[in-house]
């Protein structure tokens, strides 16, 4: 008997630190919820309300054009207003680099997905964690049981990302059949609809010259914004600014985006249409935003965590196409499916649209399923059930 009061004290205690095991009590107040509660680290105060907020950068165009990227992940206080910059000593100027250390597959997700339309991605993710990390209470480094310094960075992007990939805004409104073009127009109760069926809540829809370019997709917290529950909330604080009709939603020309000044390590240095080489990931994408995964050394799609296998390009002499390699050996579609292995005598050329992998011109592979625990999916290149796309992330 004694023993479990001491462990129930302890579990009692613990509950307001949040350590990898560690997680808020399961009756946590939702936040904006309670003006009781004083446990901050379990209760997100007075940044209570969360904002997961994405663009459409179609000028210059930056990340997939079939997706939307990432902006930030922000508190706002519950009336609306907001707190920025609070903590000078936690600021950070080398995001890629703590990622790269702690969290490569975020990093690697990010470069693809959170981008800078100016091509200053490490710039870009500094100041949405300077400015808005800072001022998330459960953040704060009396939070962790043994506060290691920046671990509450790894934190943030990785929620921002797990939240992103939760709402995929460009397959949400192509099921309602708002597409990108450079003819149509849509309105703006056409756009909340077809989000707001989806999330549960109003979306805060953004427009510039007349164009869809932003959407603020707010949440109550319950628990901490590491490991807490996101609900869907009603926004509070400034509204839609687009006009009720005549909204454009222009396509992305499909352009890489503008590559980064710097070429330090983790900097984004995609291949131009037609030619990649060096060293890299290859992430897999799906319709659905829950699916994903990478390529593992046998050229087989893998979803259950680990780390992405290193391929290796080489670019061919005109600089057209490229080849393929991983540990395993060269990679080849043989009888229409991706194989790397020693065996593979004849690597197989491929290309890239400056945005996907292409084999035979067409960013098209397939599987017959979705790989789920640690089952392998073979990647096809002839129709099957599941549609794929092959993205590149420079290593
Ligand atoms: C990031 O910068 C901080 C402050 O300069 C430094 O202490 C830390 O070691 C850096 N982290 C990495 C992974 O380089």
């Not at 949040?18 to 209760?43: G, M, N, Q």
């Not at 964690?129 to 943030?156: A, I």
Request: hydrophobic share 25%.
């Amino acid at each position: 008997m004694l023993s479990n009061i001491v462990v129930g004290a302890v579990v009692a205690f613990a509950g307001s630190v949040i350590a990898d095991s560690v997680s808020c009590p399961s009756d946590s107040p939702l936040s904006c919820s309670s003006s009781s509660s004083t446990d901050t680290c379990c209760y997100n105060t007075p940044g209570g309300q969360i904002l997961l907020t994405q663009f459409w950068d179609y000028d210059p165009s930056t990340g997939p054009t079939d997706s939307w990227t990432v902006h930030g992940l922000w508190p706002d206080n519950c009336d609306g207003t907001y707190e920025e910059y609070c903590d000078s000593s936690r600021e950070v100027s080398n995001v890629t680099a703590i990622l790269k250390a702690k969290s490569p597959s975020t990093l690697s997700y990010m470069q693809t997905y959170w981008k800078d339309y100016q091509g200053n991605d490490e710039d870009f993710w500094e100041h949405e964690f300077n400015k808005h990390g800072t001022c998330m209470s459960s953040l704060e480094t009396k939070c962790y049981n043994s506060y290691e310094p920046q671990e509450e960075v790894v934190d943030y992007f990785e929620r921002a990302v797990q939240e992103f990939k939760n709402i995929p805004t460009y397959e949400w409104l192509s099921a309602a059949g708002i597409v990108p073009s450079t003819t149509k127009t849509y309105t703006l109760a056409q756009i909340q609809s077809a989000l707001s069926s989806k999330h549960g809540q109003n979306v805060v829809i953004r427009c510039s010259s007349g164009a869809l370019n932003e959407l603020w997709y707010h949440f109550n917290v319950k628990g901490s914004v590491q490991t807490g529950t996101f609900v869907p909330a009603a926004p509070v604080g400034s509204g839609s600014t687009c006009s009720s009709t005549g909204i454009k939603y222009l396509p992305k020309d499909g352009s890489t985006s503008p590559t980064s000044t710097t070429t330090s390590a983790g900097s984004n240095p995609t291949g131009s249409p037609g030619q990649l080489s060096g060293t890299g990931y290859v992430y897999v994408t799906t319709s659905s935003a829950t699916s994903g995964g990478f390529l593992i050394s046998g050229g087989t799609w893998y979803r259950n965590g680990g780390t992405p296998a290193t391929y290796t390009a080489t670019a061919s002499s005109d600089g057209s196409t490229f080849t393929l390699k991983t540990s395993k050996g060269n990679c080849a579609v043989q009888s229409n499916a991706l194989t790397c292995s020693s065996s593979v005598s004849s690597a197989t050329s491929f290309g890239y649209d400056g945005t996907y992998l292409t084999y035979s011109g067409s960013n098209a592979f397939y599987a017959t399923s979705v790989p789920s625990g640690t089952t392998q999916g073979t990647v096809y290149t002839a129709s099957k059930s599941i549609s794929l796309k092959l993205t590149w992330t420079a290593t």
